[in-house]
């Protein structure tokens, strides 16, 4: 994983975070903004190099904790267009497109940026965001071919990760 400072302002920040990671043990090394340009190719302020980086299947996550819920009461009810959700003080009421109605104590929204549609706009802010996956990189540079997680610091933050076949 290669968290690196977006901005001068940052650099402290990434500094102390390498302070608090190497303190713990993690396995961290701290790379100057040279050291990134010289390996990586791009600027930064700093980064943090960790020899470990957690990503997962979101998808495949998805599922097997709604199976655990649903072994434990949970009912779900997939591919369910919600029309209109009319909340009051004992929980919510969901109305679908097939005007069925499915009441509940509480609603969790995991339809990503979808939610908006059902969430009052007076309490949220919402960015773009995007994503895309390269064509397999015939020459692999040190980022796609090193199975690398890159972050950094900006807000919104900007995210890439590498596959084993050279995809960025």
Sequence with gaps: SLYFADSRKDRGFIETE??????NRFDVEFLTADDVKKKYGF???GAILSDHAAQMDPYLFTHHVLQHCVKNG???????????????????IAETDQKNF?????????????????IDRKL?????????????????NEISKNDLVLWNTADPYFYMRSTADHRI
């Design 18 to 23: 390498f302070e608090i990671r190497q303190k």
């Design 43 to 45: 600027n930064s302020y």
């Design 74 to 92: 949970l009912r779900v009810y997939d591919r369910t267009y919600v029309k209109k959700i009319k909340y009051e003080k004992e929980g919510v």
């Design 102 to 118: 499915v009441r509940a104590k509480k609603i969790i929204y995991a339809n990503g940026y979808e939610a908006v549609q059902y």
């Design 124 to 140: 949220i802010q919402l960015y773009s965001t995007y994503a895309i996956a390269s064509e397999n990189l015939l020459k692999p």
